[in-house]
């Protein structure tokens, strides 16, 4: 069972049930048993499903990754040991996932369905054999990004908000885009690890300084569309800029020297904590009309 829940990363499973609790509940402003199926999908199946099945079948180049272990992905060293536990976190997965996702989808439109299978296809697509959109590059970036703002987008159709409208598009747009420039940083320290394991990502295939740069850039983007975004909103395009000078750090890092931008990534999830309070803070101010 611990194993389990390592996998599911704990650190992380805040980062797809707000998304998906915010939007439902700033558009519905009410608690119903949707909201709470539905936040406590995204809370841990949907992360079980993510990074266990990641887990599952990335085990061989995970195993001559130094970087894997603890909080950034746990690796068993034992095979037979990582066997058992690979076949349990599979099974937890569909037994956890299935049932939520079939309520789910009952209880809201087509619309509402289809971007929530979607959603879940991104997830098992990123890691699945065959399909292994991980080691497609730039399809890589935006199939992760997914993964973060689909729960968004799926509260916002099943809530019944028009995604197209001035004000909400930009917020969305914005959240996916910036999720792309984070996938591609988070890829920049695995480049010598991914190319010495025959994986490919947007790192392997810019290098490592051209991905800090379009991480950069993404980043830079993502900040000036929520800019426009009406007001208070607008005020979320300041709290992109600490990730803008997190990657801004390492604007000369080479293939080379690509692991230093570990240092980056751990920045990058720290960053997430007082990010995240700052965005919560500034749903409350909307919610109650304070600005």
């Known amino acids: 069972m611990a194993s389990i829940v390592k996998a599911s ?3 992380s499973w805040i980062n797809t049930a707000f998304p998906f609790a915010a939007g439902y509940l700033l558009v519905t402003r009410q608690v119903d048993a949707v909201l709470i199926v539905g936040t406590l999908f995204f809370l841990i199946p949907y992360n079980l499903l993510m990074y266990g ?3 599952v079948f990335d085990y061989e180049s995970d195993l001559a990754n130094p970087r894997k272990g603890g909080i950034e992905g746990d690796v068993i060293r034992d095979r037979a040991q990582a066997r058992r536990v690979h076949r349990a976190i599979l099974w ?3 037994v956890s996932v299935v049932p939520c996702v079939v309520w789910l989808v009952l209880q809201g439109t087509v619309a509402a369905g ?7 296809f991104a997830v098992v697509a990123y890691s699945a054999p065959g399909l292994r959109f ?3 590059p730039f399809l890589d970036s935006i199939t992760s990004a997914v993964h973060f703002v689909g729960p968004l987008v799926y509260a916002l159709v099943l809530a019944g908000a028009p995604i197209a409208d001035q ?3 930009q917020v969305w747009a914005a959240f996916l885009t910036w999720g792309m420039a984070s996938h591609a940083f988070g890829a920049v320290q695995d480049v010598t690890a991914d190319r010495e394991g025959g994986i490919s990502s947007v790192a392997t295939y810019l290098g490592a300084r ?6 950069f850039g993404w980043y830079i983007l993502a900040a000036v569309v929520l800019a426009t975004v009406p007001w208070p909103g607008r005020l979320a395009a300041l709290l992109v800029l600490p990730y803008v000078w997190s990657v801004a750090r390492f604007w000369r890092i080479t293939d080379e020297t690509c692991e230093d931008a570990n240092r980056g990534w751990r920045t990058f999830l720290w960053l997430n904590q007082p990010v995240g309070f700052l965005v919560t803070m500034l749903l409350i101010a909307v919610w109650k009309g304070w600005l």
């Open 134 to 136: 991980k080691e497609r």
């Open 167 to 169: 004000g909400v598009w």
């Open 210 to 215: 051209r991905t800090v740069w379009l991480a």
């Open 92 to 94: 937890a997965s569909a």
């Open 114 to 120: 289809v971007v929530l299978l979607t959603v879940v």
């Open 53 to 55: 099945v990641n887990d």
């Open 9 to 11: 990363r704990p650190v």
